[in-house]
């Protein structure tokens, strides 16, 4: 559906994505991930044409993104703050995107405002933080488009609010549709995403659903009988998560490693429910300090 | 078709933009136009519309009174104001984001302010036009307006308006912020004043070419003529030239516009280099003419206030231009 090829954007001398190729398809939710100024956001900007790409291209159905801006009917982008809307009401940014969206859906909109309790009549600016988040996502959601994307949709958004934010973007996602989402919050995505992109460096390193990724990647908590660490830690596509005294928690990505690993002489070896944090954390070459 | 080059909800966001402006436009006009001719022929004392009516039966009426300059002058600032809210003020908020991401072309988006821009002027001219006419033909000074006179300057009017404000517009296509956007307007009208000073100093500086400053002078755009001047003979087809090429030209440039610039003097590198080069010499000159008149006279004086001058001018640009405003 949308094809994201090889784009290349720099900023203020900097290069920000450096070849970044992306396909999304129907009927799912991506999660993007990467660390802070790892260029999410510039991605998302430059998919909806707000940037344009110094090199590579985004298509929708074979249509160019940014060469025929009515293609975008079908891209929407909800960015981090409504600013722009801040001056409407509620209201009104319905009927405006009632006008530019052939599918808006206000009934599914006034709903969502009625479910998070939001005022209509009252202009986005008096809103806190978390709920110009939930009428934005709302307001987005509502526009029917094929492709969301949603910058950072649960930030500022208190508990009970984001469980409801997060049922309703799972409702939203129809055959037809898909939502992307970027977020920090990557345990909320390990709830609803089905595939998770990693941008690191400006590069889509690497793309997996999360049932490939539960199914491939390996989280063991180990102890081993020797009180030296052995050699078998050091391998590449072994990353230690932590260690306690003798007892490693550790990710692999290799049943071969996972059966050379039994070979070794320990004294425990566990199999642990893997998070997408983990897994964030390794590959983003962090300390779990992550996004 | 119609729907295609005219969305409701384009021209419902641009319009909701900048209303305020629509309403200033018209309540500022009432108040140049209409409302003093009001107060000299209609609610003044009988004594003094008696003698305002002798005065013009014996010398035929006042070439102000019809000229429109005030309807004109006032117009063309809120009309760069406008021009300013709908481009520079986006940049700021955010709301460019929003725009860019719309289904809409840039040039879609271009063409709706600059369509909005061009109502608002055209509605203010015209409202104000009609109350003055309704006026003017309810007061004894009726038979003495040469109405034939009175439309030209309307349409002059209408057109020095129109290209005020598609200069000022293209301007902010360029401009990286509101404040970039406000300055190069003022630059823009005052940067022929300055250069024919400053190039009749150098010329007396150097001693050379001492008859051509004129011929110079005469070169150079004459901006006072441009927005105030006050006879009508006024060339419709250089001011609708003038209004086209800008347009064009903010057309252009508003479809290569780069959002990832906002904050900066301006947006584009090759604008930039042309900023650069410009305000190294301006500074250069004026720092030249300042040695030469204050310090030091001669050639010598002038070129070592041009060098230096040039040098503090290319390292304030420089610097200038690095920097992202985000007032």
């Known amino acids: ?291 | 078709m119609w729907l295609r080059w005219f969305p409701s909800g384009l021209w419902a966001k641009e319009l909701r933009q900048v209303r305020l402006m629509m309403w200033a436009m018209l309540v500022m006009g009432l108040f140049v136009l209409p409302i003093p001719h009001m107060n000299k022929w209609m609610l003044d004392s009988s004594d003094r519309v008696e003698d305002a009516l002798i005065f013009i039966q014996e010398h035929g009426m006042y070439y102000n009174e019809y000229s429109l300059i005030s309807l004109r002058i006032i117009l063309c600032l809120l009309a760069a104001i406008l021009a300013i809210w709908q481009l520079g003020f986006e940049r700021r908020s955010g709301i460019q984001e929003f725009t860019f991401s719309l289904p809409y072309s840039r040039l879609h988006i271009f063409t709706t302010k600059f369509l909005v821009g061009m109502s608002f002027i055209t509605m203010a001219v015209l409202v104000n036009v009609v109350i003055d006419v309704v006026v003017l033909y309810n007061t004894v000074a009726e038979p003495y307006v040469q109405w034939d006179h009175y439309t030209n300057n309307v349409v002059v009017c209408l057109l020095v308006v129109y290209s005020a404000y598609a200069v000022s517009l293209f301007i902010g296509t360029i401009s990286g912020s509101w404040v970039s956007q406000l300055v190069f307007s003022f630059i823009m009208l005052l940067l022929p004043y300055f250069l024919v000073l400053q190039f009749r100093k150098l010329i007396s500086a150097f001693s050379i070419f001492h008859d051509s400053y004129y011929q110079i002078e005469n070169l150079l755009p004459d901006t006072n003529q441009w927005l105030n001047g006050y006879h009508g003979n006024y060339s419709w087809f250089n001011l609708l030239l003038l209004t086209v090429l800008a347009f064009a030209g903010g057309l252009y440039a508003y479809s290569r516009s780069r959002a990832e610039n906002n904050g900066k003097l301006v947006i584009f590198p090759v604008w930039e280099t042309v900023l650069k080069i410009g305000f190294t010499l301006c500074v250069a000159l004026l720092g030249g003419s300042f040695c030469y008149e204050s310090i030091y006279q001669g050639r010598i004086g002038y070129t070592i206030g041009f060098l230096v001058a040039g040098l503090i001018g290319y390292v304030l640009i420089r610097t200038l231009s690095r920097m992202k405003i985000k007032l």
Not at chain 1, 182 to 193: V, Y
Not at chain 1, 201 to 227: C, H, M, N, P, Y
Request: one cysteine or more; glycine letters at 8%; hydrophobic letters at 40%.
């Open chain 1, 1 to 291: 559906m949308l094809r994201i090829e090889s784009v290349h954007k720099k900023i203020d001398d900097k290069q920000v994505l450096s070849g970044v190729s992306l396909c999304i398809q129907p009927g799912t939710i991506i999660g993007l991930i990467g660390r802070n100024g790892t260029g999410k956001t510039t991605l998302m900007r430059t998919i909806v044409g707000i940037y344009d790409p110094d090199q590579g291209q985004v298509m929708i159905d074979d249509i160019n993104v940014h060469k025929r801006a009515q293609s975008k009917k079908d891209v929407v982008f909800i960015p981090d703050s409504p600013v722009a809307l801040e001056g409407y009401t509620l209201q009104q940014c319905a009927q405006l995107f009632g006008r530019i969206y052939p599918n808006f859906d206000g009934f599914f909109f006034l709903e969502a405002m009625e479910r998070f309790q939001l005022p209509v009549g009252k202009p986005v600016r008096s809103l806190s933080k978390g709920m110009k988040m939930l009428f934005s996502t709302a307001l987005g959601l509502a526009t029917r488009a094929r492709v969301i994307m949603l910058d950072e949709p649960t930030n500022g958004v208190d508990a009970v609010a984001k469980k409801h934010l997060l049922a309703l973007i799972m409702e939203s996602v129809t055959p037809d549709s898909a939502i992307l989402i970027s977020s920090h919050m990557l345990h909320e995505l390990d709830r609803i995403a089905d595939t998770v992109v990693l941008l690191r460096d400006g590069r889509t390193d690497e793309q997996w659903t999360l049932e490939d990724l539960r199914s491939q990647v390996r989280k063991l908590q180990v102890v081993f009988a020797e009180q030296e660490p052995p050699a078998w830690l050091q391998q590449e596509q072994v990353h230690v998560l932590q260690q306690v005294g003798r007892v490693f928690t550790v990710l692999i990505e290799s049943e071969q490693l996972y059966g050379t690993l039994r070979q070794q002489d320990t004294l425990l070896i566990e199999e642990l429910p893997l998070t997408l944090e983990d897994w964030f954390s390794w590959k983003s070459g962090g300390d779990g300090d992550v996004a």
